[in-house]
């Protein structure tokens, strides 16, 4: 399989699935291209912050993962080192556009094929954070982040990829940043990060 680079990967015409026909922006890129790290993070789809900007996690949701990103990586600006995209790439939203929406598999999966397989090919991302149920799915196919977290889940092994689920940010905020859900989100992207910087061996 040969991959198109990750710059030329994108199709702002993208009609793979439905989803384009009500987002404003078809298929978000990721933010951030570097590969120093060979990590990841998959959030769920954009919402109506993202599809308004045109890049992913910009909402409170991005504050949040900014700001344990910034804690963990002890850096300025993570989204300089660490890639951040969503499992989905166009806004799944109510008909009317009010509201968003959670996105069906068949969009999953048309959106992993098309562009979440590739950009883990051209990022060598080797050590993937999945936020939500939603890249779970994507990614193993199975939800249910309680069960999930505090476990390293195998992508491929032949290449040694591996996957760490925790909560999506936006449930962290509905939850409150007091909550045991937001302690356990913190702790999740302190291994991410430490896993990270040695490697899992």
Known sequence: MTFPPLNKLYDPKCTRCELHANAQHVCIPSSGASNKFHCLVVGEAPGRNEDEQNAPFVGRSGWLLDRELTRAFKVDNPRVLIPVTNAVKCRPSSSDGTYNATPQYPDINTCVDAYLTHEIFLLDARIILALGNVAAQALLDVTGVGMLRESWHALDTKVERWVLVTY??????????DSTAAQQFRDDITEFAWQVEKGIK
């Open 168 to 177: 999506h940010p936006a449930y962290v905020l509905r939850q409150g940043l």
